[in-house]
């Protein structure tokens, strides 16, 4: 009966361990998550024929490194001279002159089943803020045009002249 019992925990111990999930101390920096973000880019985009890197980042100063609730990062990436296939490091690849930038959101959760990622990029536009013209000129000559029309209702139409004369 001994002999049995040995196999039998065991076979209970490996089924056991088998069932039990591992609990990860799931630490992510800033840095690390950008790191992330750039290969998931680069990989998911095959129609590009060059790589991309990370121009600049906006820190988060309220990143919470367990990811216990998700976090977002804004960043924008500037397209390189190296090919995509070559996977080089950043430090080797200069960037294109006059090369596609794109402004990205990075959302990243962890929870039981590992690490979200949910990336969305658009095309990058330096210029700011298109500022509308709603018809200021416009409403400026008509009022002025109003002022002359009711100046010369006021005034008379042919001038009046006063005589005067001074003696020395």
Known sequence: MEGIRGPV????LLVGLTWAKPTKDLRLSQEEALAIAIDT???????EANAFQILEAKPQPDWDPTLKA???LYF?????NCKNAENLPPEQCPFKDNGKMERCVERLSADED???LELTCRP??????VRVRRGLKKFVKKIKKKIKETVKKL???KPII???SKRF
């Open 9 to 12: 925990l065991l076979l209970l």
């Open 41 to 47: 880019y680069n990989i998911q985009s095959d129609e």
């Open 70 to 72: 998700p976090q977002l």
């Open 76 to 80: 924008i990436i500037k397209e390189t």
């Open 114 to 116: 590992g690490l979200s």
């Open 124 to 129: 990058y536009t330096s210029e700011g803020p």
């Open 155 to 157: 005034l008379p139409k």
């Open 162 to 164: 006063i005589g005067y």
